[in-house]
């Protein structure tokens, strides 16, 4: 199994997508890898490097990507659309990617000034309002080739996104399902409901989430 070379830009401004993310996908996807027990007869040299997340190749790829968070070098939508196709084909998926996403979120709005709101006591309208404006930086720097729109109470639309691709099913979109409960979860210290209520791989014009 064979995973892309990072193909970031040298222009921390260049146009791609937060290397946050493929960080934490594969991180998620070593967690994941990591065996709960040892049985007694099994032999480690053989069955350890069948799991993805254990391998050379991917530590090295977690560094690089350690490397692009710190240089703010992004990654091209090809390098994340490549990864996400690997997980898709493990049972394990669609828990991967949902930890990956509450984790890339984490990881994006660390350092948002919007939080610094989140002990203050605002109307729900203010603090949604907040809430919209965080979910949309941070989808921004994850969605690659998409057109994002977030409005309302909170409903997020994106269409072409990275999480609808052709000839899979809507497992991806859990990444960007996680991304929003975190953003806004972090923002209002209340963890919404989030519901995937239209999905491009499943003939709708785009995808949209809304928050409960």
Known sequence: MTLPEPSSSDSPHAAGIAPELPLSILESVRRHDRPVEVL???DLTISL???????GVVETQIQ??????????????????????????????????REAGYDVARRLTRRYPGRLLSHVPLPRRMRMAV???ATRRV????????TLKVSGGL??????????????????????AAVIEETVARVTRKRPDVRE????????VSCVWTIG
């Open 49 to 55: 490097p069948r799991r993805l997340g254990l391998t």
């Open 40 to 42: 007694e007869e099994e």
């Open 139 to 146: 989808l921004r720097r994850l969605a690659g080739p998409a």
């Open 64 to 97: 690089r990507y350690h490397d692009d968070v710190r240089r703010r070098r992004p990654v091209t939508p090809e390098d994340i659309t490549h990864l996400l196709r690997l997980v898709l084909r493990r049972p394990d998926a669609a828990a991967i990617l």
């Open 155 to 176: 409903t997020v639309e994106m269409r072409e996104s990275l999480g609808t691709l052709r000839g899979e099913s809507g497992t991806a979109c859990v990444l960007y």
């Open 131 to 133: 809430a919209r404006r």
């Open 197 to 204: 209520t239209r999905c491009a791989t499943r003939g709708a």
